[in-house]
């Protein structure tokens, strides 16, 4: 069992930069790929992007490429999402959740525990 907590959304303005968190408690999480989901009101979830379980890679979808990275400190056991130059189409709810994906997914089915999120508004 993985407990996930989501952190630091809040209000920005457009070209803003912020970092959200990912907060895990139980067993054994640096053994999870982790991914960062984002649903916008009236929308869908979509990907963001995932990190591996060691942090050696992550990727990014196209729509945040170039503005967004993912890292992760295990001793901590701790996801972050930075975001720079955000734009107010990035305004959602974003959310971590894991997978035994080693390499991550692409897939939100693929993803097993996830927290509750965190809202980002970017205000134009």
């Known amino acids: 069992q993985v407990q996930l907590v989501e952190s630091g959304g809040r209000l920005v303005q457009t070209g803003d930069s912020l970092r959200v968190s990912c907060q895990a408690s139980?067993?054994?999480?640096?053994?999870?790929?982790v991914g960062w989901f984002r649903q916008a009101r009236g929308e869908e979830r979509e990907l963001v992007g995932h990190?591996?379980?060691?942090?050696?890679?992550?990727y990014v979808a196209d729509s945040v490429k170039g503005r967004f990275t993912i890292s992760r400190d295990n001793a901590k056991n701790t996801v972050y999402l930075d975001m720079n130059d955000l734009k107010p189409a990035d305004t959602a709810v974003y959310f971590c959740?894991?997978?035994?994906?080693?390499?991550?997914?692409?897939?939100?089915?693929?993803?097993?525990?996830w927290g509750q999120g965190t809202q980002v508004t970017v205000s134009s």
């Open positions: 959740a894991t997978t035994i994906v080693g390499s991550g997914s692409y897939s939100a089915t693929q993803y097993d525990y």
């Open positions: 139980g067993r054994a999480f640096s053994h999870y790929a």
């Open positions: 990190i591996t379980w060691s942090g050696g890679s992550f």
